[in-house]
């Protein structure tokens, strides 16, 4: 699986965006999807992730009630729609992959990553 993160760009505080990831092969209805960011100078930490039929999503606690994901495993492409936005969301977003879902946060479980997509909040 081959993944690709887009819709990066810079907004005001308080704005919002929406992140894709898109995919290529057949078997991407099959993989959990999870996004993860990283700031500058800053660790990359989980942001949330979604089960491959879209049945389940899980946030991580500073980001519950302003990001929200979706799937469309017709379109092979799994969205970040981002509200609310703040100065501390600046980072690059990037977007993973990995058949198991337990546990989610864990980044270095997942097998295959995309290239991020930066984000920059302004305020």
């Known amino acids: 699986v081959q993944l690709q993160a887009s819709g990066g760009g810079m907004v005001q505080a308080g704005g919002s965006l929406r992140l894709s990831c898109a995919a290529s092969?057949?078997?991407?209805?099959?993989?959990?999807i999870g996004w993860f960011r990283q700031a500058p100078g800053k660790e990359r930490e989980f942001v949330g992730a979604?089960?491959?039929?879209?049945?389940?999503?899980h946030y991580a606690d500073s980001e519950k009630g302003r990001f929200t994901i979706s799937r469309d495993n017709a379109k092979n492409t799994v969205y970040l729609q981002m509200t609310s936005l703040k100065p501390e969301d600046t980072a690059i977003y990037y977007c993973?992959?990995?058949?198991?879902?337990?546990?989610?946060?864990?980044?270095?479980?997942?097998?295959?990553w995309g290239q991020g997509t930066l984000v920059t909040v302004s305020s």
């Open positions: 092969g057949r078997t991407f209805s099959a993989y959990n």
């Open positions: 993973a992959a990995d058949r198991t879902w337990y546990p989610p946060v864990d980044m270095y479980k997942y097998e295959y």
């Open positions: 979604i089960t491959w039929g879209g049945s389940e999503t």
